[in-house]
């Protein structure tokens, strides 16, 4: 399942699929009892695909986190580690042993644990991110692309011989500015002995 369709509501128990989005609001459907409701824009949302975790070396993306998971549990049930702290902890360190428990709180691996839970329990595994299906997307026309470049590099081409023909027009059109410019000088020169025979 696509992570950023994936979202958690703030003061809503579980976690929400972005069915439609509208300009002032959202449709989305809770993955504990599939009821369809309407979140208006002011309301705080978070997308699971921006969260982070905090590890001793670099941040994990919170997906790579839940992937690991259920990496690790397989077709096995979850942990029942409800209201038991420690197991709760020990549980994630074993899946992510590289936690900064410093930064990360109880209640933080409380709530992981509980979204797990509701992923694995609506198949949304394995999660992956949107960027990577479009990476796929342009990878696959990759190809076709190069083939419309050679297209558009041969139709450019003739367009430079054009180019070339177009010169000699430019001149004809200076002799055509030339040709009046020696009519005025012949009408000047017409009108001088005019102007001689008044007198």
Known sequence: MIIQEIIAIAGKPGLFRIVVTNRNNLIVESMLDKKRISIPGTSRISSLADITMFTTGEDLLLMEVLNRMNEHIGDSDIPDVKGDASATKSFVDSVIPELDHGRVYNSDLKKLVQWFGILKGNDCFPLESQKDGEDSMEEASGQESSGAEKETKAKKTPAKK?????????????????????????STVKKSPASKAKK
């Open 162 to 186: 054009s180019g070339a023909k177009k010169a000699p027009a430019k001149k004809a059109v200076t002799q055509k500015t030339a040709a009046p410019k020696a009519a005025a000088k012949k």
